[in-house]
């Protein structure tokens, strides 16, 4: 058989593996990490007297880090537009896939460090997972500085 006829079936493997890369979260349905929808969740981040509330996503990586709660960490700075604070461990990323709505006040985990991002400026990068979003009192993320954090759950 030429090769002329095997090119056709592996452009089309090609393919399906390249939709496969760029879609991979289509195929996971309702529960995937990006997953936006509200759950009843809410959790309070206190630093440097501030206090702001968030409201985590149904989503795997959500749940895993709520099961972690209360937590007491280091929030710091790191670049011009977000907060970060890691985690004692990583968090599950089953069916992680990629969300193209970024925006201010989103909480998310930072796949290859383990960190929480919790950011007050549009972004966008690869290796995220959004856990939720921030509710009221986001404008303690401009505080500038490193601050211990505690976080827990809301009764």
């Known amino acids: 058989m030429s ?27 309702q529960g995937g990490p990006n997953d936006q929808e509200k759950t009843d969740m809410r959790i309070r981040l206190t630093f440097a007297e501030h206090r702001m509330t968030a409201t985590l996503y149904d989503n795997p990586s959500a749940r895993d ?21 890691y985690l004692p461990r990583k968090l599950t990323v089953e069916g992680h896939g990629p969300f193209g709505n970024e925006r201010a006040y989103d909480l998310c985990y ?27 009192g986001y404008e303690a993320l401009r505080v500038p500085g490193q601050f211990p954090l505690r976080i827990e759950r809301i009764q």
């Open 3 to 29: 090769s002329r006829y095997q090119l056709p079936g592996r452009r089309r493997l090609l393919a399906a593996a390249l939709a496969a890369f760029i879609l991979p979260g289509r195929g996971f349905g």
């Open 65 to 85: 880090f709520a099961s972690m709660l209360p937590l007491d960490l280091e929030i710091d700075d790191y670049g011009s537009n977000e907060k970060i604070a």
């Open 110 to 136: 930072y796949m290859p460090w383990g960190n929480l991002a919790m950011f007050y400026a549009d972004y966008k990068h690869p290796g995220l997972v959004r856990l939720g979003r921030v509710d009221d």
